[in-house]
């Protein structure tokens, strides 16, 4: 088992999310927002030319017709040295099921388009600057929003979700001081994702091969951020993906190692190993929750690999699933029986229903138009 190194940086005490949360802002937002997704599935083109979002209806059967595309009025980004993942991140695709709002990085451009959704309808709310330089990744929790910038030295801004709009949060913004070549190692230095906990009361970031390490924030009751994360070291892993299993732990896709790790998480901040699974696949960077059970998306290989997490932590290897070429991002329907995957090198996206076992039937794929490298993907 690796041993982790915790190195604590003026994190203040961890809030509960009840302190920013009150259910009547959240009904109130939603009403300002859209009705909600409904048995559909949107994706993210991430086009240089300028960045779509395209609907997709969803069959009894899980599978996907096309019903519209939507201009998010920003342009999508590469990172160097990407091939089939051109944004290196998962969640730059971010459904808000409380207010109703969809929300797509223009890494391009610098900003974060705001949808509101209306079943398989999206309407542009606003187009809003994402508080630093190529935005990769959005996080939600009650009346917040957090967008990771992976320009730079990466840096996280916070927004409050009012009347259907973001609106920064002063002084929200941390630096993440990182170490961002930008030659061809830039997609695997970017920083990976950022993720509330269950409760809302930390935030955290994966910060990929730039420093190896799960960063921690605090969030206090008027959103803002701890002036500097716990850093919690886990070297030659490359921590990319990450999500929750039904316990509160958190589960991480580690391309370095190839693996999922879970880990608990203390209310100081920092993370402990509980168990770390190899998929036996090349290039494990992605991580989606379906029905209970978890895959990683392997790029390298390419394939999905199940996973099954025990109260304790402990993972149980669920076995490998192929794919279209180029896995990256995937998303879950609401109820979790249909996972839906995106394969970056055609820009297609390929449709499975889960089993009561954890496995995986194929029942279809489609191609997005102008989709190939594109990344972020919402089912509901």
Known sequence: MRKLVHIAAGVGAALGVSAFAPLAAAAAQGAAGGSGADHVVFVQTDALAGNQVVAYDRANDGTLTWSATYDTGGQGGQLNGSLVDHLASQGSLTYDAAAGLLYAVNAGSNTVSVFAVDGDRLVLRQVVDAGGTFPV????????????????????????????????????????????????????????????????????????????AIDIFAVDRNGRVSAAPVVNSEPGTVPFAVTFDPSGHLLVAEVGTNALASFSLGVDGTATLLDAVGTSQAATCWVASAQGYFFTSNAGSPSLSGFEAAPNGQLTDLGNTITDPGTVDASASSGGQFLYVQTGKNGIVDEFAVNTNGSLSEVGSVTVPGAAGGEGIVAN
């Open 137 to 212: 990744s959005v996080a939600t929790s009650g009346t917040l929003a957090y967008v990771l910038n992976a320009g730079g030295q990466g840096s996280i801004s916070g927004f409050r979700v009012v009347g259907g709009r973001l609106h920064p949060i002063e002084g929200s913004t941390r630096s993440l001081g990182l170490t961002i070549p930008t030659d061809t190692n830039q997609f695997t230095h970017a920083p990976g994702q950022v993720a509330f906990t269950p409760d809302g009361s930390q935030l955290v970031v994966t910060t990929k091969a730039s420093s190896n």
